[in-house]
Nanobody, 127 residues
Framework: QVQLAESGGGSVQSGGSLRLSCAAVGNIGDSYNVGWFREVPGKRREGVAGIDRAGRISYADSVKGRFTISQDSTKTSLYLQMNSLKPEDTAMYYC?????????????????????WGRGTLVTVAS
């Protein structure tokens, strides 16, 4: 069993930065995939960034070059550095942990592949 808690959300001006953190109770090192997703009311949950045990990383096209996903060496924390934020980045951000097998790089950003979810942290970017 894994419990996840996100933090670091807040309100920033367009062009600003935030660093989201996700603390795991339970070792997420057993999972092959971990990732960040976001959701706005009325829209499907969107994959933002994913990383697997082999270190392969995927980003949504909308955040490439602006967001960076990382993990600490103990595999108990996940981070999302968000730079050059835009109003369209406004959303509830969730971290997620996948199953203990390789889902494949092409499925890194598919929410249905992930097993455990945090409660989210709200990011608001003002124009």
């Amino acid at each position: 069993q894994v419990q996840l808690a996100e933090s670091g959300g807040g309100s920033v001006q367009s062009g600003g930065s935030l660093r989201l953190s996700c603390a795991a109770v339970g070792n997420i090192g057993d999972s092959y995939n971990v990732g960040w997703f976001r959701e706005v009311p009325g829209k499907r949950r969107e994959g933002v960034a994913g990383i697997d045990r082999a270190g392969r990383i995927s980003y949504a096209d909308s955040v490439k070059g602006r967001f960076t996903i990382s993990q600490d060496s103990t595999k108990t924390s996940l981070y999302l550095q968000m730079n050059s934020l835009k109003p369209e980045d406004t959303a509830m951000y969730y971290c997620a942990v996948g199953p203990p097998y390789n889902i494949g790089v092409h499925r890194h950003l598919l929410a249905d592949e992930y097993k455990y979810w945090g409660r989210g942290t709200l990011v608001t970017v003002a124009s």
